[in-house]
């Protein structure tokens, strides 16, 4: 008999990959002519990163800092250069060969594919996960808003767990392999909270599965395991050794990290971003984003909580009804309905959409709970219920809150219900393996009907009895709907939220009837299929069609062909308004500008022009948050002042045609800004970081300038008061890592400078005609010079250690990862090679199966 050849053994898998691909390519079929998402999030990336990547283009290297968000900050968190992640290139490298944007949802499912195969799921089932944790919705939803790094974050979780897997399991060499890849991947999606939440869930599986081994007597496997990982994540980490060690020193001195401030301040602006006694995030800003406890409902019922947050009714509506009914006229009435209507009534502030798990694959899922053998349901259970619970948040605050007190770095995060994207990896990875036990345990109808029975009552019971009486369980609205509504239509609002509950009613009552249709489907298949009335050509493809139909059909409410513009329109991020151009035109260095048209510290609008004093990252500088928050509401002018705002924008006046409608932006010069530097001539001294900020709130900065004591040997000796007549500097030179100023001192001063302090004597470097000396903060978060009498170039320089020692790591760790990728080739090509190659052999490496099948039918327990 012949052996399969090593390309026959594979041509499965190559089938199901290409499948998968194709499947990705017809959901984004605009593709195809060349349209993209206008993805919001990237447009604010984008925006934030054009200065740092106009310097790169222009002088061949990328500044380490940038002057475009918050008046200056790291660029290496926003766009920074790594000329030595070989293998992080070379996969993205493929990747772009592949249609944008299909490709990023083709990756993640190439990846949970890895997984399920390597837990002993067949081409078929392995392609059913994969699609499942793909397609999720609230991974889609993710996608439409543009978090990227969420999606390949997401994807290279799930090849990460596919190589802990290999490495506990015996496969030493090729887990070390599949973990350094996309360990580095990992790290190159750089999205820290979903790593976060992905090592919560392996922390799960090497304590299940090395109980499992230690009671099996295979502790030296387990240990080997073990420590094939660690070296080999070490090795993985150091890939991207650059970023994290930048990212650690970062984090120190953000909103994440540690306030120096001991007094509890009220926030004039209602931003909770941070919290001024301990380290990390406040916990109700963390919190802002709780999962309610019913809302898990959305999980099998897509509308139970509304959808989304705007829009999702038709014409067909009690709302669109009662506004025609008032006398709108009917396309006004149908685009406010689709487009305005606040159909969502859960605990969040805001959602783009529901995180829909898919009904088919629930039931799946929970069957699988009775009919998977072994201990690995019981990782796949924890790990899904651990994620939705972190999600609840505030809502199970007794044990979310002691997370995150107790758990090292889980304080750094907020928007918990992130985590929900990994619990569709494990209900996903559960529903595939579910028919892959049943399938190799060969049940019978008989010992299928008590778990199937009761897998039904728990799912299509469910949301049979909420679609009947779900007006008895909930209330369908929420605190704030009268006061939205009124702001629409006065003392109608009352009428229109009727309307508004009712349409909530039917969205749920309609969404729980296709959930029963789908499970009532899918059970269908499973019986037709023990009962041998269907063959496996006919069911696999059954059950993947019933996951897809069930999750497209949901997806495409939030992410359709109808998001997708031109490439043109993609690309062309902003529009200048008459006001950013004639800012444009002036080319004075170093100056910034406040956009009061916006919400100045969450858009990066203003930074795709100019150099900002607001912008948006998910990791502000603490001190200069706390300065905004604190500050600028009772010493605004001031405060611009000091950073060098030369310019404000605000809006027009309003149409004299339309009064209601605003005038556009115009760009009012402010004459009072201090430029680039200037000398002060009084040098306030305070206790402590409260007593500065305390100091700011009415601050004059023209002549005077608030220091911590800490800074006293900085000051050399300087009084209180000084003389600065007839001493001058101004800026000669700019780069935004690289400042040069020719400063004309008639005497010893102090002289401030518009700019950032940060990480003074390490990263940013000041000399004086050459000569290093030391800078001090002033001012709460400008830097600020001792400079002696006379005529000097004075120079500062942002050049972080850091930076240089995590590009040797870097370098030395992606060889080492290139060199276990061609040993690991080499021993297996070698070791199929010295024997002989049975016809069953995977050529992908597999797991031993841990759904064997048994030697005879055995009695099906429920647990």
């Not at 669109?320 to 009534?345: H, R």
């Not at 607001?614 to 605004?636: C, D, M, W």
């Not at 206790?687 to 005077?704: G, I, V, W």
Request: with cysteine; aromatic share 12%; glycine share 8%.
């Amino acid at each position: 008999m012949n052996q399969p050849t090593p390309f026959q053994r594979l041509r499965p898998h190559l089938i199901a990959v290409l499948g998968l691909l194709v499947l990705a390519i017809i959901y984004f079929s605009p593709v195809l002519s060349g349209k993209m998402l206008s993805m919001s999030d990237v447009q604010q990336a984008m925006a934030s990163a054009r200065e740092i990547r106009e310097i790169g283009q222009a002088t061949g290297e990328k500044p380490l800092w940038t002057d475009a968000v918050f008046s200056g900050m790291p660029s290496y968190m926003i766009d920074f250069n790594y000329p030595y992640i070989f293998v992080y290139k070379a996969f993205m490298g493929v990747v772009s060969i592949l249609p944008n944007t299909a490709s990023i949802v083709f990756i993640v499912m190439l990846c949970a594919y890895l997984l399920l195969v390597v837990l002993g799921c067949n081409p078929w089932l392995s392609a059913l996960g994969a699609a499942a944790y793909g397609f999720g919705t609230f991974g889609i939803v993710s996608l439409e808003a543009g978090h990227v790094s969420k999606l390949f974050a997401m994807g290279f979780g799930a090849g990460i767990l596919a190589g802990v897997v290999l490495c506990l399991r015996g496969r030493y060499w090729v887990g070390a392999a599949v973990t350094g890849l996309f360990g580095c991947m990992e790290l190159g999606a750089n999205h820290i909270q979903i790593t976060y939440y992905l090592f919560m869930t392996i922390g799960l599986f090497v304590l299940i599965e090395g109980i499992s081994l230690v009671r099996a007597g295979k502790g030296r496997q387990l240990a080997m395991g073990l420590a094939t990982l660690a070296v080999v994540g070490a090795v993985a980490a150091g890939s991207f050794g650059k970023r994290l060690l930048v990212l650690s020193q970062y984090t120190k001195e953000t909103i994440r990290g540690t306030s120096e401030l001991t007094a509890k301040t009220t926030n004039p602006t209602g931003n909770a971003e941070g919290n001024t006694s301990t380290s990390g995030l406040d916990k109700d800003y963390a919190f802002s984003y709780s999962y309610g406890k019913a809302e898990a409902l959305t999980l099998l019922i897509p509308n139970a909580f509304g959808g989304s947050s705007i829009g999702g009714l038709t014409t067909d509506s009690d709302f669109y009804k009662a506004l025609v009914g008032k006398g709108l006229d009917p396309a006004s009435a149908k685009q406010f309905v689709e487009q305005g209507t606040p159909t969502y009534w859960g605990d969040q502030p805001m959602v783009g959409g529901p995180a829909y798990a898919g009904a088919v694959l629930l039931f799946l899922f929970v069957l699988g709970m009775f009919i998977i053998p072994g201990h690995i349901r019981w990782w796949l259970l924890s790990s899904a219920v651990l994620m939705i619970v972190l999600a609840l948040g505030k809502n199970l605050l007794w044990f979310n809150g002691f997370l995150f007190d107790y758990l090292p770095y889980l304080n750094k995060f907020r928007a918990v219900t992130m985590a929900l994207c990994l619990a569709q990896l494990f209900i996903g990875a559960g529903a595939a393996m579910a028919v892959q036990s049943l399938v190799s345990q060969k049940l019978t109808l008989a010992q299928l009907r008590q778990p199937l029975v009761i897998s039904l009552a728990l799912t299509a019971g469910l949301a049979l009895v909420l679609a009947v009486l779900g007006g008895t369980f909930f209330s369908f609205q929420t605190p704030t709907d009268i006061d939205r509504l009124s702001s629409y239509f006065g003392e109608a609002a009352k009428e229109f939220q009727t309307a508004l509950i009712s349409d909530r009613q039917s969205l749920l009552r309609s969404d729980a009837f296709r959930s029963v249709i789908f499970i009532v489907l899918t059970a269908g298949a499973l019986w037709a299929f023990v009962t041998n009335k269907i063959k496996p050509i006919i069911f696999y493809p059954a059950l993947l069609a019933l996951v897809v139909f069930d999750l497209f059909g949901i997806d495409k409410r939030f992410l359709n062909n109808a998001d997708f513009v031109s490439k043109a329109q993609a690309s062309q991020l902003f529009e200048p308004t008459p006001a950013d151009e004639q800012i444009l035109q002036d080319k004075t260095p170093g100056y910034r500008v406040f956009d009061q048209t916006v919400d100045f510290m969450n858009s990066n609008r203003t930074s795709y022009f100019h150099r900002s004093v607001g912008g948006y990252h998910a990791a502000k500088i603490r001190r200069y948050q706390e300065l905004v928050s604190y500050a600028f509401p009772t010493n605004t002018l001031h405060m611009l002042n000091m950073l060098n705002a030369k310019y404000i924008i605000q809006a027009g006046q309003p149409n004299p045609a339309n009064p209601q409608q605003p005038g556009g932006p115009v760009a009012l010069p402010n004459p009072e800004a201090l430029g680039a530097a200037w000398f002060v001539g009084t040098v306030v001294p305070v206790a402590d970081a409260d007593a500065e900020l305390a100091a700011m709130k009415t601050l004059n900065p023209r002549d005077s300038a608030v220091v911590d004591k800490r800074f006293t040997a900085q000051l050399g000796g300087l009084p209180g008061t000084l003389d600065h007549t007839g001493s001058s500097i101004q800026l000669t030179s700019y780069r935004p890592d690289k400042l040069t100023y020719q400063a004309n001192a008639v005497r010893d001063g102090l002289v401030v400078f518009s700019e950032i302090y940060y990480r003074g004597q390490e990263d940013w470097q000041a000399f004086i005609d050459g000569k290093a000396v030391p800078h001090l903060r002033a001012n709460y978060v400008l830097r600020a010079l001792r400079v002696p009498a006379g005529n000097h170039t004075i120079e500062f320089r942002f050049d972080p250690p850091a930076a240089r020692t995590g590009d040797t790591i870097d370098l030395i760790c992606n060889i080492l990862l290139i060199a276990l990728f061609a040993f690991v080739i080499f021993h297996e090509g070698r070791s199929r090679r010295s024997k002989a190659t049975s016809a069953t052999e995977p050529i992908i490496p597999t797991t031993p199966d841990p759904v064997k099948p048994e030697s005879k039918p055995s009695k099906v327990k429920t647990r």
